[in-house]
């Protein structure tokens, strides 16, 4: 089994900044990607940012310029830093990874989510 663990949201004035963070750990063989997903209310899940284990990066065009998505050295976390945030970034952000757990077989694995909610 593998866990996410997502830390960092909040409340923030609209222009503010957050950093989310995510730690996996477990069973886990190789991690191949991590990223970031949000859900606001009464919208769908959509992407935020991803990173691929070969530094691969890909943004939502609403927080290209903003948002910066980063990994740590041992490739086991991976981080959301988020500046001048807008009302429209208020939802539940959820950490997401695609864990190998053997040489022939991975799966896609969800955090609890954190709330980050920006105030105008």
């Known amino acids: 089994q593998v866990q996410l663990v997502e830390s960092g949201g909040g409340l923030v004035q609209a222009g503010g900044s957050l950093r989310l963070s995510c730690a996996a750990s477990?069973?886990?063989?190789?991690?191949?990607?991590m990223g970031w997903y949000r859900q606001a209310p009464g919208k769908q899940r959509e992407l935020v940012a991803s990173i691929t284990k070969r530094g691969i990066l890909d943004y939502a065009d609403s927080v290209k310029g903003r948002f910066t998505i980063s990994k740590d050295n041992a490739w086991n976390a991976v981080y959301l830093q988020m500046n001048s945030l807008k009302p429209e970034d208020t939802a539940v952000y959820y950490c997401?990874?695609?864990?190998?757990?053997?040489?022939?077989?991975?799966?896609?694995?969800w955090g609890q989510g954190t709330q980050v909610t920006v105030s105008s």
């Open positions: 997401n990874a695609v864990v190998a757990t053997s040489a022939y077989s991975s799966r896609m694995y």
């Open positions: 477990g069973s886990i063989f190789s991690i191949n990607a």
